[in-house]
């Protein structure tokens, strides 16, 4: 009788390490990132705003918790996770100059 090696099966994404970012000059908006106090985790979401210098940096938390802003000298580390799973995207420009241009309209009409 002949035997076959089992055949495998779905290859199962292993999910990604987050890296540590010592700079924080060196996110974007929209990066996804952990924060961490002392080994624990503090808070988690998008980057909304980011200093030029890296300094300060405002965060939406996940789960509608709001923003919050962290300054880098709170000896706080940040992890940046990649995007797969967490798809915050800019707002449409498009949107935007449609949202002026209503405005523009209803007040040209009154």
Same mark, same amino acid.
Request: with cysteine; charged share 25%; proline share 0%.
């Given at each position: 009788m002949t035997t076959y090696p089992h055949a495998p099966g779905p290859k199962q994404e292993t999910p990604q390490k987050p890296e540590p970012i010592s700079n924080w000059y060196k996110l974007s908006r929209y990066d996804y990132?952990?924060?961490y106090r002392q080994g624990e985790i503090? *808070?988690?979401g998008n980057i909304d705003m980011l200093a030029l210098d890296g300094s300060v940096l405002w965060l939406h938390q996940d789960e509608g918790k709001g923003?919050?802003?962290f300054l880098q000298d709170e000896g706080l580390?940040?992890?940046k996770r990649p995007h797969a799973g967490h798809t915050a995207k800019p707002p449409a420009k498009n949107?935007?100059?449609n949202d002026? *241009?209503?405005l523009y309209?209803?007040?040209t009409e009154l």
């Open positions: 990132v952990e924060i503090i *808070a988690q923003r919050l802003m580390r940040v992890y949107r935007v100059r002026l *241009a209503t309209n209803c007040q």
